[in-house]
DNA sequence: AAAAATATTGAACATGTGTTCAATAAAAAT
DNA sequence: ATTTTTATTGAACACATGTTCAATATTTTT
């Protein structure tokens, strides 16, 4: 049996109406209800398919974290298996942001719940685990690998969050090159030391 | 002039009524009507005080983040400006977390908005800032100070983000010792290096 | 103690929420 | 093409939201 046409044309036109209305005026100002009229949806199917608002929004944010993964997993210098790769891992997080600046500037608002951080924190942490894992080195024996990954990962994310506070004003050439600083200062991905 | 009795009493109910609901419920189900209910307060008199429930709930936070900054404020060895003090910094905020987590269990929720994580990242922010200018070493000069701050103020928080997603179940000892590890493999506040 | 100032109340209103249900429409299966 | 299945609809419900306003109660000022 195949997915049922009225349903993908009801979850369609939910989404297509949301995204109208998220340049208009803040997602969290939008109801359940002016959605449905403007997707033409009875109200009550609306509930068929989704909790709240938030349900639909967490679609586009799962095709954009999908992107995110996807450029992730394009084979740079995926063979080599050095340290320094975490540079151009992190870079390519900044390229991502700033193209879908309009959505993180709605996921890093204030009064936005926290799952959208915590799924984009999830993204980047599973990269981050990647990378730690491959390294596997000496003075890393006895650390938990989860509260070192997670702080790493959330150390990427302290960028995401200044660069939303600055409104996104910093270039992402000059955001590569505080990067880099930061690691080549504050790092275990830089060789040269240990 | 003074502060209105009438105002203190009306605030007063409306928080205490709040710190009962919020053993029962959690916070996003609490509605203001309810609230109101249980302070005998009249939901229109709610709305010339809070905005909604979390405006409320804000307060506690406010009270939390004044007694961390009140800890970190605690003269140790503040004459002694060395780099490693970070640590006990850093610690103490541990400590602090465990001692208010049935509030923390919801500021980290899923759920509830991103305002409460800023309120915390604004305080151990302004902490960090203040080790990080009085370092003002040689190999920081290039970088943007608002980027490295918040790098490693967000970082710290990661390891509380997965302090939380593990239940807390991962001792102060034991988080204090991992912390170490972490910045002796991976931090600028270490000696030896440079 | 009386007067002035102001916070709280109750009632009302339009709108939103989340749910239920039988009737209907649309799609899938035969 | 007909039958079977199921998604959508409209109507209704109790309750929540956010606002307004005149009446009342409480506090502050004099």
């Not at 369609?12 to 449905?36: F, G, N, Q, W, Y």
């Not at 870079?91 to 991502?96: A, G, Q, S, Y």
């Not at 409104?167 to 690691?183: F, G, K, P």
Request: proline letters at 3%.
């Amino acid at each position: 049996m195949k997915q049922d046409l009225r349903v993908i044309k009801t979850q369609e036109s939910l989404r297509h109406a949301l995204l109208i209305l998220i340049k208009e005026k803040p997602l969290d100002s939008i109801t359940v209800a002016e959605l449905c009229r403007l997707a033409n949806i009875n109200r009550g199917t609306f509930y068929l398919h989704y909790k709240d608002v938030h349900g639909v929004f967490k679609h586009y944010l799962e095709v954009i974290v999908k992107d995110l993964r996807k450029s992730y997993e394009e084979p740079y210098y995926k063979t080599n298996f050095k340290i320094e790769n975490i540079k151009p891992d992190m870079i390519k997080i900044f390229h991502h942001v700033k193209n879908y600046q309009e959505f993180y500037q709605i996921i890093f608002d204030q009064h936005i719940p926290m799952m959208y951080y915590y799924l984009l924190f999830d993204t980047v942490r599973s990269f981050m685990k990647e990378t730690i894992d491959r390294m596997n080195q000496e003075r890393m024996k006895n650390v938990q690998v989860d509260y070192l990954v997670s702080y790493q990962t959330n150390a990427i994310l302290g960028i995401l969050i200044e660069w939303h506070q600055n409104e996104y004003s910093t270039s992402i050439d000059e955001l590569n090159q505080q990067l880099i600083l930061i690691l080549s200062i504050n790092s275990p991905f830089r060789k040269g030391i240990q």
